[in-house]
Antibody, heavy 120, light 107 residues
Framework: QLHLQESGPGLVRPSETLALTCTVS??????????WGWIRQPPGKGLEWIAS???????YTSPSLMSRVTMSVDTSKNQFSLRLRSLTAADTAVYYC????????????WGQGVLVTVSS | DIQMTQSPSSVSASVGDRVTITCRASQGISSWLAWYQQKPGKAPKLLIYAASTLQSGVPSRFSGSESGTDFTLTISSLQPEDFATYYCQQTKNFPLTFGGGTILEMK
């Protein structure tokens, strides 16, 4: 059974860069039928898709975050990563990683999420 | 971007009730819609995709339907474990977008 696990700092200072990693187990990140994605949820609010990437190339990013986001895939480690630059308090959220079905574009499964707080 | 509007934002119901939640897309998305259930402190869980296809392992009391750009999630007979927040998501194209969520509370 596929399992995803996010890792990264719980506290980041304003203006700095957030780096998160999602480790995939129970399956290969080099799947030809899936993308990999990041989604976030500010405390008490709804879900916001951030970005998705195919293991060998194509990356899709939210227009509102495009200028600050980089997503990468490391097939040797079966991991994918997110970098979000120039952080502000508005980036405080639970960050989830998930697998994206390439045909139906639903998100399943999801990681448990990691709370990232942006504060000095 | 495709905007997704969910209603109501919250609903109160009792065990055994039939509950419907609606999601409207800002443009035609055919059947490209998924529904998720989220419980406090947990990640969302996929319930339905392609508007009406039940994900494996999801109880049959959950169902989805569509009419034009309007989509409905129905829980036929509420169980105690169904009290949660529900989100729709358009799956037609990137950028993926979600509805604002519907909180299903116990009456």
């Amino acid at each position: 059974q596929l399992h995803l696990q996010e890792s990264g700092p719980g506290l980041v200072r304003p203006s700095e860069t957030l780096a998160l990693t999602c480790t995939v187990s129970g399956g290969s990140i080099s799947s030809t039928t899936h993308y990999w994605g990041w989604i976030r949820q500010p405390p008490g609010k709804g879900l916001e898709w951030i970005a998705s990437k195919y293991y060998s190339g194509s990356t899709y990013t939210s227009p509102s975050l495009m200028s600050r986001v980089t997503m990468s895939v490391d097939t040797s480690k079966n991991q994918f990563s997110l970098r979000l630059r120039s952080l502000t308090a508005a980036d405080t959220a639970v960050y989830y990683c998930a697998r994206v079905d390439q045909k139906e574009m639903f998100l399943d499964p999801w990681g448990q999420g990691v709370l990232v707080t942006v504060s000095s | 971007d495709i905007q997704m509007t969910q209603s109501p934002s919250s609903v109160s119901a009792s065990v055994g009730d039939r509950v419907t939640i609606t999601c409207r897309a800002s443009q035609g998305i055919s059947s490209w819609l998924a529904w998720y259930q989220q419980k406090p402190g947990k990640a969302p869980k996929l319930l339905i995709y392609a508007a009406s296809t039940l994900q494996s392992g999801v109880p049959s009391r959950f169902s989805g339907s569509e009419s034009g750009t309007d989509f409905t999630l129905t829980i036929s007979s509420l169980q105690p474990e169904d009290f949660a927040t529900y989100y729709c998501q358009q799956t037609k194209n990137f950028p993926l977008t979600f509805g604002g969520g519907t909180i299903l509370e116990m009456k």
